[in-house]
């Protein structure tokens, strides 16, 4: 039994240490634009139509490059999944913007192809985060008359309170990303990359009986520095 310990022992030895060796640390920062839309289930909602949104994303991503080919990448980011809804039929009239900030933090398996200073790559991974908050903006259709036959209708812009019995604020799901790096001095380099984030966890609780599905699908658009700690 010892003897087949050490033997493995001595295996993984031989494969990590030489990639430990050349290894390398490298942190940076990374922000663009995200365009999220909200997936729904229409269920009964048939008067309810949902539009995306775009707005910004900002993070800090720490990178583990075990071969130029091969690395593991963690982010901190700090991004809007927003949307949009108006009604139709006889609730024309009504519609509501949504901002909704989120915290999330992808872990990725890198793979990177190319020449020494252009090379592109792919990104493949999942994410965990939690909804920080959330406002709307809009405009509601009072439906007493006021004069005559005619309605009033009013702005609003005001933050959304969360109801722990409704509202998930847990958020995880499945992220991929694609995108080009060039290394513009020994240990600088500046990147391009376009990034997919899809939720898995709905936005609401099982609270009611038939109630819509929400997920959140994001696209990003971002560029970006790193710079290496260790050669």
């Not at 940076?28 to 775009?54: F, M, P, Q």
């Not at 909704?100 to 592109?120: D, Q």
Request: proline residues 2%; aromatic residues 18%; hydrophobic residues 40%.
């Amino acid at each position: 039994m010892k003897e087949t310990i050490i033997k493995l022992a001595a295996v993984v030895a031989m494969v990590f240490i030489p990639l430990l060796a050349t290894a390398q640390w490298k942190i940076g920062i990374e922000g663009g634009l995200v365009h999220n839309t909200l997936l729904v289930s229409k269920c009964y909602d048939y008067d309810r139509h949902y539009t995306g949104a775009t707005n910004g994303i900002i993070g800090i991503p720490v990178r583990y490059d075990f071969r130029d080919w091969f690395g593991l990448q963690a982010d901190v980011t700090y991004l809007a999944k927003n949307y949009s809804m108006y009604r139709s039929d006889v609730y024309a009239g009504n519609s509501y913007d949504y901002i909704n900030s989120y915290l999330n933090i992808p872990i990725y398996a890198r793979f990177s192809f190319g020449g020494t200073k252009v090379r592109g790559y792919v990104l493949a991974g999942g994410f965990l985060g939690a909804w920080l908050d959330s406002y709307v903006e809009g405009n509601q259709m009072s439906y007493f008359q006021t004069d005559g036959l005619s309605y009033s209708d009013y702005h609003f812009d005001e933050k959304v309170p969360f109801d722990s019995r409704r509202d998930n604020r847990f958020d995880a799901g499945l992220s991929g990303a694609i995108g080009v790096e060039y290394q513009f001095a020994k240990r600088f380099s500046v990147f391009v990359e376009g990034r997919y984030l899809y939720s898995l966890t709905d936005m609401q609780k099982k609270y009611m009986l038939k109630q819509p599905i929400k997920h959140n699908s994001a696209f990003a658009f971002q560029v970006g520095f790193m710079y290496t700690l260790t050669k």
